[in-house]
């Protein structure tokens, strides 16, 4: 299997996509803290505090870079607005989750991000294609999605919202290198 270094720096025009230090802790959580943050993704919880980001970042030191990639988002003036991870079994299964602070949304940071990471995974990280899910609920993370290049599969699934403790519909999605 392809082993690169999964901590590179990507420039955007707006953005640095670099790797997460510990010292991101407090950011992350004052930015995951907002419920309307963690309702749209399936894994923040809520309430969320500075032991559930520094749970987060020290669980990325024990990460398979094969199958992992994490990545910060480094605004020049903000500081860090937001995270990028790639996730789940060895290629081609590779999934992609992201979440971005409530004082950012609608500027179109997140699609420059994910464009940009989903063009070193398939440089540099030797993946071609990548696996999405989105809520139905949540349009914002569908236009992401669609501007990077991705399509719906077609399937549908109940995902667990953790912020919220239950289950809601979701749709697939795929990106082809």
């Known amino acids: 299997m392809l082993?690169?270094?999964v901590q590179p720096v990507l420039e955007t025009p707006r953005l640095q996509l670099r790797s997460l230090r510990l010292s991101d802790a407090p950011?992350?959580?004052a930015l995951c803290a907002d419920f309307?943050?963690?309702r749209t993704t399936a894994r923040i919880p809520h309430p969320y505090t500075l032991a559930d980001a520094e749970a987060f970042l020290a669980s990325g030191e024990t990460q398979d870079p094969d199958l992992e990639a994490r990545f910060a988002l480094d605004h020049p003036v903000e500081g860090l607005v937001g995270v990028l991870s790639f996730f789940g079994?060895?290629?081609p299964a590779t999934e992609i989750g992201y979440w971005l602070g409530r004082p950012y949304w609608g500027a179109g940071l997140m699609t420059e991000a994910?464009?940009?990471?989903?063009a070193w995974a398939a440089r540099d990280w030797g993946r071609t294609h990548v696996r999405a899910w989105r809520l139905?609920?949540?349009p914002a993370s569908d236009a992401v999605l669609v501007k990077a290049g991705f399509l719906y599969t077609g399937?549908?699934?109940q995902t667990l919202v953790t912020s919220r403790g239950e289950a809601l519909p979701s749709r697939g999605m795929i990106w082809l290198a």
């Open 3 to 5: 082993h690169v270094n």
């Open 27 to 29: 950011r992350i959580a």
């Open 36 to 38: 309307e943050v963690a």
């Open 89 to 91: 079994e060895p290629a």
């Open 114 to 118: 994910v464009t940009a990471a989903l």
């Open 136 to 138: 139905d609920e949540n």
């Open 155 to 157: 399937e549908r699934r």
